[in-house]
C-alpha cells in the first residue's frame, strides 16, 4: 500500500494493521478505514468489489503501536456481502466502519456533468496543502486552482502515485478511500475560516461511495466543500473524478470544530 499501511491476517476474522505514517505519530482515519477495507475484503469471495463504507472514529490512534482488526459477517448473498470492522488500540475501541461490497452488472450508466476544468497540467504543488503530508511522499500532488491571495489551498488539488501500480482493483479502491480523508476536515469549515483554524477539527463521520473503477497512478481529481457549520460540527462533501470526467467515487465527511475561546467568539 505505498508505505501506507501493512495489514496482517491473524486468523479466520481477526487482522493487524502496522501504521506506516511517516514522521506523525497520530494515526489517521485514512490509514484506519483502508485497514478495515483490506481486512474486510480479506472475509469475502474476493469476487465482489467494494461498493460503501460508513466509518465512526470514536478515539484518536496512534501510530507506534498496532491496531487489532476484527470482522464481523453479517450478510453474504449471491451479489453483495456486508461486513462490520471494529479497530482497538490497547484494547480500546478507535474505529467501527460498515463496508458494502456489490457485485457490478450491465446497467445504465449515467453522472451529472463535470463543471470544472479537467487540465492537471495546470496545477501547482506549491499551492497544495496536502502537498506537505507525509503520507502522501509517494504521490504527485498539484492545487487544481491558483489562490488569488498566493497562499496555499486544500481543495481542489489533483494527485497520482509516483510509481506505476500494479492492475489491482483493491489497491486502486483503496487508495482513492485513502485521499479522501485527506485535508477535508479543513475544507468542512465555513467559507472564510482561517487557514490555521481549519487544522484543528476531528473527524466524527466518514462516508464513502465507489461508483466506478479509477486507476490512481493516473491523475484524479479530488475537491471536498463545505455544506454546514453549526452546533460545533462541520460538514463537507466531495468527489473523486479521474482526468477524462469519469465519476469515481463521492464522499461526505462530519468534523468537530475545537471550541472557540472567548477572545475568538469577539473577533
Same mark, same amino acid.
Given at each position: ?132 503530508? #507525509? ?65 484543528? #477539527? ?57 471550541? $472557540? ?5 469577539? $473577533?
Amino acid at each position: 500500500m505505498l508505505d501506507l499501511v501493512e495489514v496482517q491476517h491473524l486468523a479466520e476474522d481477526a487482522f493487524c494493521c502496522v501504521p506506516s505514517t511517516g514522521n506523525s505519530t497520530r494515526l489517521g482515519g485514512s490509514e484506519l478505514m483502508v485497514a478495515g477495507l483490506l481486512a474486510a475484503s480479506a472475509t469475502t469471495s474476493g469476487a465482489l468489489p467494494p461498493a460503501a463504507v460508513h466509518a465512526s472514529f470514536l478515539r484518536s490512534g496512534r501510530s507506534d503501536a498496532p491496531v487489532e482488526v476484527t470482522v464481523a459477517r453479517l450478510h453474504d448473498g449471491r451479489s453483495s456481502a456486508v461486513r462490520v470492522v471494529t479497530a482497538t488500540q490497547d484494547g480500546v475501541p478507535i474505529m467501527t466502519a460498515t463496508f458494502r461490497f456489490f457485485a457490478a452488472r450491465p446497467a445504465d450508466d449515467w453522472q451529472r456533468e463535470t463543471v470544472f476544468d479537467l487540465t492537471a497540467a495546470e496545477g501547482e504543488e506549491q499551492f497544495a496543502v496536502v502537498a506537505t503530508l #507525509p503520507t502522501l511522499r509517494n504521490f504527485e500532488v498539484r492545487a487544481a486552482v491558483r489562490p488569488t491571495d498566493g497562499k496555499r489551498v486544500i481543495h481542489p488539488y489533483w494527485v497520482k502515485s509516483k510509481a506505476a501500480l500494479p492492475d489491482d482493483p483493491l489497491l486502486h479502491a483503496a487508495l482513492v478511500l485513502y485521499l479522501t480523508d485527506l485535508g477535508t476536515t479543513g475544507s468542512a469549515r465555513a467559507p472564510g475560516t482561517p487557514m490555521r483554524e481549519r487544522m484543528g #477539527p476531528m473527524s466524527l463521520d466518514h462516508a464513502f461511495w465507489w461508483h466506478r473503477p479509477v486507476r490512481v497512478d493516473e491523475w484524479v481529481h479530488v475537491n471536498a466543500t463545505s455544506l454546514t457549520e453549526a452546533s460545533g460540527r462541520a460538514l463537507a462533501r466531495g468527489e473523486v473524478v479521474s482526468a477524462n470526467g469519469v465519476l469515481a467515487a463521492s464522499f461526505s465527511q462530519d468534523v468537530v470544530v475545537p471550541a $472557540q475561546t472567548p477572545e475568538r467568539r469577539t $473577533q
